[in-house]
């Protein structure tokens, strides 16, 4: 998988670790987030989240990932892609799929001209009592 890329789509406290921990496994990664100073924090070689060994794993692999705000040739240069963005909890204790929508609708274009399956699961603690009620696919 070394000519592999993949990418990361949420630099936030999951999302930049996962990149991180796949970029010191040697592959090649993309590492997406629509907040500026977060990208710009990473591009200078700061980590934007405070998490042990973060900075050290960024400054580490910088060889093996990029990061950026364009959204366009992600899903294109990818050979997998990882969309990991918060679900917060709504007050009925249920949690939000709002930024998902989100980034699956910037991503939808992208998407249907890579010409594959897509998955796309909101992994809710029911997900698995209602045989995948939460997911869909785009063709």
Do not use: W
């Not at 042990?52 to 364009?70: D, E, W, Y």
């Amino acid at each position: 998988m070394q000519n592999k890329k993949l990418s990361v789509i949420g630099l936030g406290k999951l999302g930049l670790p996962l990149a991180l921990s796949f970029a010191s496994k040697g592959l090649n990664v993309i590492g997406y987030d629509i907040n500026k100073e977060t990208v710009d924090k990473l591009h200078s070689g700061l980590s934007p989240i405070s998490e042990p060994f973060v900075q050290k794993m960024l400054l580490n692999n910088k060889a093996n990932i990029t990061f950026t705000q364009t959204a366009e040739d992600i899903i294109q240069k990818s050979n997998i892609s990882f969309i990991v963005v918060p679900t917060p909890s709504k007050k009925d204790g249920s949690f939000s799929s709002q930024y998902i929508e989100e980034a699956i609708k910037a991503f939808i274009p992208s998407l249907k001209k890579k010409k594959t399956k897509t998955y796309i699961c909101n992994n809710q603690h029911n997900f698995s009592r209602n045989n995948g009620k939460n997911s869909q696919t785009i063709d």
